[in-house]
């Protein structure tokens, strides 16, 4: 499945870098998605975006800032991260945000803070 | 509290069995979906649930939505290995997405 792609897939930053991470849908979607996965957490909506707007924040701290360019991509900021911020970063795009459609994922991005 | 609990949280199933995963919301069901992912990789869509009592099945996997006990199960009949991985429910309610706890199911040969 190669609908949403994401890079880099793996990523090991120390406290006081800045990277990015980047997400691309080829499937002609509107909404595109954030999610955090850590261990034995369940999956956690970080941002929405519909039709490049955000619409949603889930209280996520501003080390993390997202950005839209587009429909089709979709960017993750990230600065003066903290250890516990060392996870599976999922991307996923659906037609529009709302009830009836379904998220496409991409494979993730498994970042390291140290 | 969690918004969908999953169980079980764990299961290990022999190849050929069959098996139930249950999920079940604290608040009134507006759709329900079901993922499964591999370990450390993205999620698939596996089937999308938006009427009370509805029924939809793909390949050897079922899955039922029951509103009024704001529940759904999956069931897997005779599992195989590739059946291996974690199974998450999601669903809004109210205006809200959430994904369940997730099931991690382990198939022996």
């Known amino acids: 499945e190669t609908g949403v792609t994401q890079t880099p897939r793996h990523l090991v930053m120390g406290m006081t870098n800045k990277k990015s991470l980047k997400c691309e849908q080829h499937?002609?979607?509107?909404?595109m998605y954030w999610y955090k996965q850590s261990a034995k957490k369940p999956l956690e909506l970080m941002f929405v975006?519909?039709?490049?707007?955000?619409?949603e924040n889930n209280s996520v701290p501003s080390r993390f800032s997202p950005e839209c360019p587009n429909s089709s991509h979709l960017f993750l900021h990230l600065h003066t991260l903290q250890p516990e911020d060392s996870a599976l970063y999922l991307c996923?795009?659906?037609?529009?945000?709302?009830?009836?459609?379904?998220?496409?994922f991409g494979p993730g991005t498994r970042l390291t803070v140290t | 509290s969690q918004e969908l609990e999953q169980s079980p949280q764990s299961l290990i199933v022999q190849e050929g069995k069959n098996l139930t995963i249950n999920c079940t919301s604290s608040k009134t069901l507006y759709g329900l979906y079901w993922y499964k992912q591999k370990y450390g990789e993205g999620l698939i869509f596996l089937m999308m649930l938006q009427k009370g009592g509805e029924e939809k099945s793909h390949e050897k996997i079922t899955a039922k939505l029951d509103e009024k006990k704001q529940q759904s199960s999956l069931h897997i009949t005779a599992s195989q290995p590739s059946h291996a991985g974690i199974y998450l429910c999601?669903?809004?309610?109210?205006?809200?997405?959430?994904f369940g706890t997730g099931t991690s199911l382990t198939v022996i040969p």
């Open positions: 999601g669903a809004y309610t109210g205006n809200q997405f959430y």
């Open positions: 996923a795009s659906s037609q529009t945000s709302g009830q009836t459609y379904e998220q496409y």
């Open positions: 975006y519909n039709f490049k707007e955000q619409t």
């Open positions: 499937l002609g979607h509107n909404a």
